[in-house]
């Protein structure tokens, strides 16, 4: 049944970014039992102050700065498992137990290196000004139902039809824009057979 008395609120930012999203929902945080972050990338991320403590977060929704918050990373999320692990190694080095508070969909679509080479091509064909995480090509790559989600690191055959078709389809791209860089089947399954354990855990 709905409790008229328990409140959804929800941040959006209408520009480009930069708004103070992040510094808001620190606020709000501090009456909430949820934070949830329903899509973006690891991009320049939001500063947060505990104290004296400055903490830069790229994909971890602020929330987390709060005990008994608990705080989700939802499917529409583009998720770079590596900058993922070092902002939790960073929180848990400055005292801030995550466990049993972070939460990660495992519909949310996976930022692979290949993607990061496609961007950074992008870049340095144009200027239209990414941070180079990959990002874009990671969406593109989910709205084409070609990208590689959270739960595919459970099936090692659907990962391993994935990531070919995924580097094929990023070494074509890359060959277009006259970039020397390819990406590599093999490297890229080390690269998630790696993240998988701590990820599905």
């Given at each position: ?8 609120l929800v941040v959006v930012g209408a520009q480009w970014g930069d708004e103070g999203k992040g510094k808001l929902v620190d606020v709000l ?6 934070v949830v972050r329903y899509q973006g990338g690891a991009n320049a991320g939001h500063t947060v102050h505990i104290g004296d403590k400055k ?147």
């Open positions: 049944m709905f409790d008229a008395s328990r409140r959804t945080a501090e009456r909430a039992d949820w903490v830069v977060l790229h994909q971890i929704p602020s929330g987390i700065m709060h005990p008994g918050v608990r705080c989700a990373i939802g499917n529409g999320v583009v998720l770079d498992p590596e900058k993922l692990f070092g902002e939790i190694d960073g929180l848990v080095a400055d005292g801030i137990d995550v466990t049993g508070r972070l939460y990660v969909s495992e519909r949310a679509h996976l930022v692979m290196p290949y993607h990061k080479l496609i961007d950074g091509a992008s870049t340095a064909s144009k200027a239209i000004g990414t941070t180079g995480r990959g990002i874009g090509p990671t969406y593109e790559d989910k709205v084409a139902r070609r990208g590689v989600r959270v739960l595919d690191l459970r099936n090692p055959t659907r990962l391993r039809t994935l990531v070919e078709a995924g580097v094929a389809n990023a070494n074509g791209r890359l060959a277009m824009m006259n970039c020397d860089a390819r990406a590599d089947v093999e490297e890229t399954l080390a690269t998630l057979a790696h993240c998988a354990p701590r990820l599905l855990a």
